[in-house]
């Protein structure tokens, strides 16, 4: 079943989900009071752009309250079990050998792999310490039960959480979702009862929705992008603009700081465009709900804010290429 998009917002998060697809260090992404099925069809979109972007089958996994240090890590099992030739035969020896079976999270192959999580508020502790470790890493160890492996997370993570409850989110987990947006589907609940939200808006879904044409034409749009290698520059008007946004006032982090960089980056390649320009910057701004009352100038002349001067960010943002 396909399903046109009915509003600029919700064009607005394809794109932010086509260029996350795009921009390997764009792993997490929070969404703002979704319900737990516009979360699902989210996801199912998502896992749809992946594989069309990066032209292998995605994979998914969900993490809630109910995830053990098996599921995140891996689990031990009797390997093997190889019959042979003659099926009145026992099986073969090496049917008897211990063999640890790593998680989805440590080894998934080239399929792109999504994790879910439909509430961040209740999420187990063992789940909470994996994002923390994995999320935006560029380097994993595991030491447990004897396995000593060391990997590059490489997976991308969608998680939903009510705006009334993200004080229950313990800061360290809310740092590694450095894109925040509101669900494009909010404004057709407000006001409603919670039985009246779920009578037209929660109940499941009979079948998965197919990507309507504007977003599949956005999906191949970044296979071409990712199989070229090209991406828009920035300019120093774009990081000027960047800066300010974050100013001493408005202490939003590094990764967020970067995340608008990398986000306004990718919405110029995705039209391609050469250059960021400011208005590229602005516009990814409005997408991750971060103020448009700067009290900087447009102009390109401003000051560079002392945690990171212009020179050292442009210099960041060229070592951080997606495909370096």
Same mark, same amino acid.
């Given at each position: 079943?396909?399903?046109?998009?009915?509003?600029?917002?919700?064009?607005?998060?394809?794109?932010?989900?086509?260029?996350?697809?795009?921009?390997?260090?764009?792993?997490?992404?929070?969404?703002?009071?979704?319900?737990?099925?516009?979360?699902?069809?989210?996801?199912?979109?998502? *896992?749809?752009?992946?594989?069309?972007?990066?032209?292998?089958?995605?994979?998914?996994?969900?993490?809630?309250?109910?995830?053990?240090?098996?599921?995140?890590?891996?689990?031990?099992?009797?390997?093997?079990?190889?019959?042979?030739?003659?099926?009145?035969?026992?099986?073969?020896?090496?049917?008897?050998?211990?063999? /640890?079976?790593?998680?989805?999270?440590?080894?998934? #192959?080239?399929?792109?792999?999504?994790?879910?999580?439909?509430?961040?508020?209740?999420?187990?502790?063992?789940?909470?310490?994996?994002?923390?470790?994995?999320?935006?890493?560029?380097?994993?160890?595991?030491?447990?039960? #004897?396995?000593?492996?060391?990997?590059?997370?490489?997976? /991308?993570?969608?998680?939903?959480?009510?705006?009334?409850?993200?004080?229950?989110?313990?800061?360290?987990?809310?740092?590694?979702?450095?894109?925040?947006?509101?669900?494009?589907?909010?404004?057709?609940?407000? #006001?409603?009862?919670?039985?009246?939200?779920?009578?037209?808006?929660?109940?499941?879904?009979?079948?998965?929705?197919?990507?309507?044409?504007?977003?599949?034409?956005?999906?191949?749009?970044?296979?071409?992008?990712?199989?070229?290698?090209?991406?828009?520059?920035?300019?120093?008007?774009?990081?000027?603009?960047?800066?300010?946004?974050?100013?001493?006032?408005?202490?939003? #982090?590094?990764?967020?700081?970067?995340?608008?960089?990398?986000?306004?980056?990718?919405?110029?390649?995705?039209?391609?465009?050469?250059?960021?320009?400011?208005?590229?910057?602005?516009?990814?701004?409005?997408?991750?709900?971060?103020?448009?009352?700067?009290?900087?100038?447009?102009?390109?002349?401003?000051?560079?804010?002392?945690?990171?001067?212009?020179?050292?960010? *442009?210099?960041?943002?060229?070592?951080?290429?997606?495909?370096?």
């Amino acid at each position: 079943m396909e399903k046109m998009i009915q509003s600029p917002q919700e064009e607005d998060f394809c794109k932010l989900l086509t260029v996350a697809a795009i921009e390997s260090q764009l792993q997490g992404l929070l969404v703002f009071d979704a319900t737990e099925k516009d979360l699902l069809r989210f996801a199912d979109r998502w *896992k749809q752009i992946l594989t069309i972007a990066h032209q292998s089958p995605a994979q998914a996994l969900t993490l809630n309250s109910a995830t053990t240090e098996e599921n995140l890590w891996g689990h031990f099992r009797v390997g093997g079990a190889l019959p042979t030739k003659s099926p009145t035969k026992k099986l073969d020896r090496q049917s008897s050998q211990i063999i /640890w079976q790593p998680s989805k999270l440590i080894e998934h #192959g080239s399929n792109p792999l999504l994790v879910v999580i439909p509430d961040l508020t209740r999420l187990s502790l063992s789940a909470m310490r994996a994002c923390v470790a994995l999320l935006d890493s560029e380097l994993a160890s595991l030491q447990r039960d #004897g396995i000593d492996h060391t990997w590059q997370p490489q997976f /991308w993570c969608i998680a939903g959480c009510q705006s009334d409850r993200l004080g229950e989110v313990s800061p360290h987990l809310l740092d590694r979702f450095a894109l925040r947006c509101k669900s494009p589907n909010v404004k057709h609940f407000e #006001g409603l009862s919670p039985l009246e939200r779920f009578e037209r808006y929660d109940r499941p879904s009979e079948a998965n929705e197919d990507l309507s044409p504007t977003v599949r034409e956005l999906a191949e749009r970044s296979r071409e992008i990712i199989a070229n290698q090209f991406m828009a520059t920035m300019t120093d008007e774009a990081i000027a603009r960047i800066q300010a946004y974050f100013t001493k006032k408005v202490p939003l #982090g590094m990764r967020r700081l970067f995340a608008l960089s990398r986000l306004a980056r990718g919405l110029a390649s995705l039209e391609n465009e050469a250059e960021v320009s400011i208005a590229m910057v602005d516009r990814a701004a409005k997408i991750l709900g971060l103020s448009q009352n700067l009290s900087l100038p447009i102009a390109p002349v401003v000051a560079p804010i002392e945690a990171i001067p212009k020179r050292q960010f *442009k210099d960041e943002m060229q070592r951080l290429e997606i495909f370096a």
